[in-house]
């Protein structure tokens, strides 16, 4: 690698890191029970907003372009919005990425069966007291949180799908 390109990955990851850092500054952690904070994002296509999913389970997903788990989770969001979409799930990806022309770049290569919201400002993901990337929360159809997952993984994949089925089972 050249000096330029080497100067740079160090400044992304530098960069990276205290925009993560920055999320527990002011965070708090959210319990279950508790009602998922509502937030009103720009979105792919229009406005985002929490409190218009009433009714539905929702997987809120927090990520971001340069977190390389990120886009694991997305091939399996994918599959889950597309499996249980009809039984009133819906999947929101909120999108932290300082620059949007990075999540862009992420969202023309790993596509999305889903919401897509952008928060460049990091408020929402402080409300939500997220400790890193990425960071998902099941809410019910009442509203409140059901648990909250950090990280992804393969072996994260069964578990988290049964929640949902839960949630989705769970009496409206």
Excluded at 21 to 33: C, I, M, R, V
Excluded at 141 to 165: C, M, P, S, V, Y
């Amino acid at each position: 690698m050249c000096t330029f390109q080497l100067k740079k990955l160090r400044s992304s990851l530098l960069l990276a890191f205290l925009f993560c850092l920055s999320f527990s500054a002011n965070s708090y952690a959210l319990d279950a029970g508790s009602k998922a904070p509502d937030f009103e994002l720009p979105g792919v296509q229009g406005t985002v907003k929490l409190s218009s999913t009433a009714g539905s389970v929702v997987y809120v997903d927090f990520w971001a372009s340069w977190c390389g788990p990120c886009k694991q989770s997305f091939l399996w969001m994918n599959a889950m919005q597309d499996k249980y979409r009809a039984q009133g799930l819906q999947v929101i990806g909120v999108n932290l990425d300082a620059k949007s022309d990075d999540a862009k770049k992420f969202l023309s290569q790993t596509l999305a069966h889903f919401t897509v919201a952008f928060d460049s400002k990091g408020g929402t993901p402080k409300n939500y007291g997220v400790k890193g990337m990425p960071t998902s929360f099941l809410v019910g159809r009442d509203g409140k949180i059901i648990f909250q997952h950090l990280g992804f993984k393969e072996a994260d994949r069964e578990k988290l799908e049964q929640e949902i089925k839960a949630a989705l089972e769970a009496k409206k």
